[in-house]
Structure formats: structure tokens, C-alpha cells
């Protein structure tokens, strides 16, 4: 996948690809012999490559192979460009943003999605079996059970939109999923609440705390008391929430893929 005839290094391989390329589209037999008159490489050659490298019961693996080395190749040289074009008054975010940009465009030129429904119904049949012998939840409960009946819980890939009025509880309510399905780590970023802010909402979720009176201060001592014996509630949940400081969508990526990471 990704696989062309720029992702080999040697000229002598980039002639044999190209040739096999250009003899399968014109739906020639491809052999050592046709390659050879077709690319100019002499036979003995092509012979030996057969028989050191090549192996067609392994052609995928070996596809792989050029393909992941010519992605470390730019990689490297990506960031090796990235470290001469800098110096003392260079922002440090706006160069790795652009370096992780980058990385991703060649990551992204030998992607591929392309799977014949018999190969998506193949890995769905896993998921069903392996869900089915109960190896794995069907998804992330949300502790609702209005929504993880409709759902069947969060799965992997999902979009979920929350949509309502402004200042009806969009944030609470995403963030008191957050909370519910936070049996392993989760992120929340927010666009519109800082850290604190968003502790605050987790502290009235978890703590049953009237919010309004924690950021206003106008609690009496047993109320204060009470959010003072929160802290060990939420010191053991694994919620990270993050205010990315940014609306710039491929610097909220790359947050996103670092509290992956």
C-alpha cells in the first residue's frame, strides 16, 4: 500500500518496479526475462535480486519493507531540515507544529482505505465473536442508559455531537460522561472552559457541589468542608482535562495525539 516507484532508493530497483508496473497495466506475463528486456536491466541482475530479496509468497512484506524505509528516510530528513532552519528566536510551538504537520503528510502519502466489503465484513465478524465470548465490551458506557441503549456504548472512530441552547449544560453533560467512563485514562479538551473552570464542573458531577457557590466563595463551613473532602474523589479518577489555548485545528490534533501518547 502507498508502494511507487519514487519509494525505492536504487535507480536499478525503481527501473524493475516501474517496468512490472507499466507490463500489469498492460496485462503483459511479468517474469524475469520480460523485465529485463523491458527495463534494460541485464538478466543475470534481475536473477540475483530473485533470488537474494525476493520472496512472492512474502511480496506484501516485502512492500512494506520500501515502503517504511523510504518513510524514515523523509522522517529523518524532515527533522533534520527542521533543526538547521532554526535558531535563538524561533518558536519552539510554531516549529513543531510544522514538523508534525509534516511527519503527518508522509504518513498520509501511504495510507490507504481501500477493503472490499468481504474484507470489512471479515474484522467486523471479529469484533462480533470476540464481543459474543464477551473478550471484549461492545463499547464505552456512558452511564446513561437512555443513550448506551440507543449506542450500545462509545466505540472507537465515533463522532458524537452534543446540540442544544447555549448555557443549558452542553459541557457539564459531555463532561459528566467523560467522568462515568473514565475507568481508564480519558482527555477533555475544552475550547471554551479553562483548567480550573473545568475542575469546578467535575468537582459538582463528582461532589454533588452547587458550582455557582465554589466560584463565587459564598459557601458556609460545612459546605466548604464538603469540597475539601473532595479531593481524594477525583485524586483517583483518570480524567486529564486540557485547555488547548488555541483554536487552530491541527494544534488541537496534535494535543490530542500527545495525550494519546
Not at 459546605?223 to 479518577?237: D, F, G, Q, V, Y
Request: charged share 25%.
Amino acid at each position: 500500500d502507498g508502494l511507487t516507484v519514487e519509494k525505492f532508493t536504487t535507480k536499478t530497483h525503481r527501473c524493475l518496479f516501474g517496468s512490472m508496473v507499466g507490463m500489469a497495466e498492460d496485462r503483459l506475463p511479468i517474469d524475469a526475462i520480460s523485465v529485463s528486456k523491458d527495463s534494460g536491466v541485464p538478466l543475470s541482475e534481475v536473477s540475483e535480486i530473485l533470488d537474494k530479496h525476493v520472496s512472492f509468497e512474502h511480496i506484501s512484506h516485502h512492500c512494506e519493507i520500501v515502503v517504511n524505509a523510504w518513510k524514515l528516510n523523509e522522517m529523518v530528513a524532515v527533522m533534520h531540515k527542521g533543526s538547521i532552519q532554526t535558531d535563538d528566536q524561533s518558536d519552539p510551538s510554531e516549529i513543531a507544529d510544522r514538523i508534525t504537520a509534516k511527519l503527518q503528510e508522509i504518513d498520509a502519502e501511504t495510507a490507504t482505505n481501500e477493503e472490499s466489503l468481504a474484507d470489512i465484513f471479515d474484522k467486523m465478524m471479529v469484533g462480533v465473536l470476540d464481543r459474543f465470548d464477551k473478550k471484549i465490551p461492545s463499547g464505552l458506557k456512558t452511564g446513561y442508559s437512555f443513550i448506551d441503549s440507543f449506542t450500545n456504548g462509545y466505540k472507537p472512530g465515533n463522532l458524537i455531537v452534543i446540540g442544544a441552547r447555549p448555557g443549558v449544560g452542553k459541557t457539564t453533560f459531555a463532561l459528566n460522561q467523560a467522568i462515568r467512563m473514565a475507568k481508564e485514562p480519558i482527555g477533555f479538551l475544552s475550547l471554551e472552559m479553562n483548567d480550573e473552570e473545568m475542575l469546578v464542573k467535575t468537582l459538582g458531577v463528582v461532589g454533588g457541589l452547587d458550582t455557582f457557590k465554589i466560584e463565587s466563595g459564598n459557601m458556609n463551613n460545612a459546605e466548604l468542608s464538603k469540597l475539601s473532602e473532595t479531593r481524594p474523589m477525583i485524586e483517583n479518577i483518570p480524567l486529564i482535562v486540557q485547555d488547548p489555548m488555541t483554536e487552530d485545528p491541527n494544534k488541537i490534533i496534535n494535543q490530542i495525539k500527545a495525550l494519546h501518547s
